[in-house]
C-alpha cells in the first residue's frame, strides 16, 4: 500500500536532517520515505516541491558537513549569489582546515584551506570570501577560458577585479597559483560574453590590442559604446553572436551603426565562424588597421 504523503508546514520548502524531524516527532519513518519528500544524501531530505540545483545540494552537503568546513568554488560562487556557473551535476566543493578529514561521500569534493585563507559566514554557511571564491575558480583548467570565466564574475558582480588580482598575488606558491596570477592579469571584467574575452586575447596575442568597451560620441552627443576600438584610427571590432530579434531592437541596430558611420568609424563584426579561423582574422584586422592609418594621415 502506498505511503500516505505528510506534509509539515514546518517541513515545507526545506532540507532536513531525517533522523532529527523522526526525534522530534514531525515525521514516522515510513512519512519520511513517501513522495513527499526527496532524499538527497544519507540523512537528509528535502520537500519533493523543490527543484534539485547545486544550491539545494549545497544545504544538503552544509547539513552533514564536520565543523569548520565551508564552501569553495563553484559552490562558494552560488551561494555569494554569481552567475550561474553551478548546475545539480557539478560536485559541491567543500574546504577544510588543515588536518581535518572527512569522508564525504559521492558528489562532494574537499580540499584544504590553503594557508592564509578563512572562512566568511554567507548566510546560513560558511565559504571562502568573494574575491578567494573568484581565485579558486580560475586556478585551474585552460586558461583563455579561465579568463573568460574571470570576465563574467567580475562582469557580474562575484568580486571587484582590482581585489581578485590583489587576492591572487598573495596566493602561496601551489598548484595553480601561477595561472591564477596570470588569468587575474589578463581578464578585464568587461566583456559581455565569452567570445569577447576569446576574441581580445586574441588581439592581443596577436600584438594589436584594442580598448575594450569604448564609447563613441559625435557633436550630437553619445553615439554607442562597441565592443572594442581603435580609437585614433575610427575602427571598431564588434562580435556577433546569433540573436533573434524584435523588429525594434533590428531598427536600433541599424540607426546605431549608421551613427557611427556618419561619424567616420568603419565597423568590422566578427562571428564564431571568424574565431574559427584566428589567423586569417587576425590578418583582416591588420590591413583595416594598416588602411585606417593610410586614410587618416592623408586627411
Same mark, same amino acid.
Given at each position: ?11 515545507? $520548502? ?28 544519507? *540523512? ?19 547539513? !552533514? ?10 559552490? #562558494? ?11 545539480? *551535476? ?8 588543515? $588536518? ?31 574575491? *578567494? ?12 577560458? #579561465? ?7 567580475? $562582469? ?6 582590482? *581585489? ?8 602561496? !606558491? ?12 589578463? @581578464? ?23 580598448? @575594450? ?27 556577433? $553572436? ?28 566578427? !562571428? ?23 586614410? !587618416?594621415?592623408?586627411?
Amino acid at each position: 500500500m502506498p505511503i500516505q504523503p505528510a506534509r509539515p508546514a514546518r517541513l515545507q $520548502g526545506r532540507v532536513f536532517r531525517g533522523s532529527s524531524v523522526v526525534r522530534r516527532g514531525l515525521l514516522t519513518p515510513k512519512q519520511l520515505r513517501s513522495s513527499a519528500w526527496v532524499r538527497l544524501r544519507q *540523512d537528509v531530505y528535502a520537500d519533493a516541491s523543490l527543484p534539485v540545483t547545486h544550491r539545494l545540494l549545497v544545504s544538503a552537503v552544509g547539513l !552533514t558537513a564536520p565543523p569548520g568546513a565551508g564552501f569553495t568554488g563553484r559552490s #562558494a560562487a552560488v551561494l555569494w549569489g554569481g552567475p550561474d556557473v553551478a548546475g545539480p *551535476d557539478h560536485p559541491v566543493e567543500v574546504v577544510l582546515p588543515a $588536518g581535518r578529514r572527512w569522508n564525504a561521500g559521492a558528489g562532494v569534493r574537499v580540499r584544504t584551506l590553503l594557508p592564509g585563507q578563512e572562512l566568511v559566514r554567507c548566510g546560513v554557511w560558511c565559504c571562502l570570501p568573494r574575491a *578567494d571564491t573568484a581565485v579558486d575558480l580560475v586556478r585551474f583548467g585552460d586558461p583563455d577560458e #579561465a579568463v573568460a570565466l574571470l570576465d563574467r564574475l567580475v $562582469g557580474a558582480g562575484l568580486a571587484p577585479l582590482h *581585489d581578485v588580482r590583489e587576492t591572487a598575488a598573495l596566493l602561496p !606558491t601551489c598548484r595553480g597559483s601561477a595561472q591564477a596570477r596570470l588569468v587575474a592579469r589578463l @581578464a578585464d571584467g568587461l566583456a559581455e560574453s565569452a567570445q569577447e574575452t576569446r576574441l581580445r586575447l586574441l588581439l592581443h596575442r596577436a600584438g594589436i590590442p584594442p580598448v @575594450a568597451q569604448h564609447r563613441v560620441f559625435d557633436d550630437e552627443g553619445f553615439v554607442a559604446r562597441v565592443d572594442f576600438a581603435y580609437p585614433d584610427l575610427r575602427l571598431a571590432v564588434e562580435y556577433d $553572436g546569433l540573436w533573434h530579434g524584435e523588429r525594434r531592437a533590428f531598427l536600433d541596430d541599424r540607426r546605431r551603426l549608421n551613427r557611427l558611420n556618419a561619424a567616420g568609424w568603419l565597423v568590422l563584426h566578427v !562571428t564564431v565562424d571568424d574565431l574559427r579561423r584566428p589567423e586569417r582574422l587576425v590578418a583582416r584586422i591588420r590591413a583595416l588597421l594598416a588602411r585606417r592609418s593610410i586614410e !587618416t594621415s592623408t586627411r
